[in-house]
T-cell receptor, first 114, second 114 residues
């Protein structure tokens, strides 16, 4: 069965610290997509990144980086030198080709203190 | 760019009352979705629509109804509000229903049923 687990409910860091948000998924599909969305205090979810199951290359975008490892079914998200503006709830999601379903994790609330 | 617009942002209902949550998008997206977000839970799909005049149930449709008379609008109706419907509701849209398609979200409606 498909499942997305974000075991970290809440993380607090001080500005400039690096922080990693974990995401572990379960799927029987060989073709699937993984996403990260950010939900800032304003409420709306904002798309950050998607990755397909055949592309295990890590990706870096500014202070954000994503580590996709099929061997451990993980798609972790690292923020380098965190800033107060990074404070938000971050959701990992899985989309399977076979079921056409998008499954969200329960989210990780990140608080970055000045 | 307006994107996806939801109204109202907050609402308190009494048990048994009815209301309509409004959602409009200006991106000419055919696909629209309603999700609910409960504390500590991921987003759950209530209903979705693949185009004007076509709607279908998601994971948690009971107690809700939708309509899609135009491409732009996708209102969600609660007929007999129950405390179990206290939640944050998100409308979203996408260009296609491809599994790798990203969603665009509204800012949410926080609903309390007392």
């Amino acid at each position: 069965a498909q499942k997305v687990t974000q075991a970290q409910t809440e993380i607090s860091v001080v500005e400039k610290e690096d922080v990693t948000l974990d995401c572990v998924y379960e799927t029987r599909d060989t073709t699937y997509y993984l996403f990260w969305y950010k939900q800032p205090p304003s409420g709306e979810l904002v798309f950050l990144i998607r990755r397909n199951s055949f592309d295990e290359q890590n990706e870096i975008s500014g202070r954000y980086s994503w580590n996709f490892q099929k061997s451990t079914s993980s798609f972790n998200f690292t923020i380098t030198a965190s800033q107060v503006v990074d404070s938000a709830v971050y959701f990992c999601a899985l989309s399977e080709v076979s079921t056409d379903k998008l499954i969200f994790g329960t989210g990780t609330r990140l608080q970055v203190f000045p | 760019n307006a994107g996806v617009t939801q109204t109202p942002k907050f609402r308190i209902l009494k048990i048994g009352q009815s209301m309509t949550l409004q959602c409009a998008q200006d991106m000419n997206h055919n696909y629209m979705y309603w999700y609910r977000q409960d504390p500590g839970m991921g987003l759950k799909l209530i209903y979705y629509s693949v185009g004007a005049g076509i709607t279908d149930k998601g994971e948690v449709p009971n107690g809700y109804n939708v309509s899609r008379s135009t491409t732009e609008d996708f209102p969600l109706r609660l007929e007999l509000a129950a405390p179990s419907q206290t939640s944050v509701y998100f409308c979203a849209s996408s260009y296609s229903n491809s599994p790798n398609e990203k969603l665009f979200f509204g800012s949410g409606t926080q609903l309390s049923v007392l």
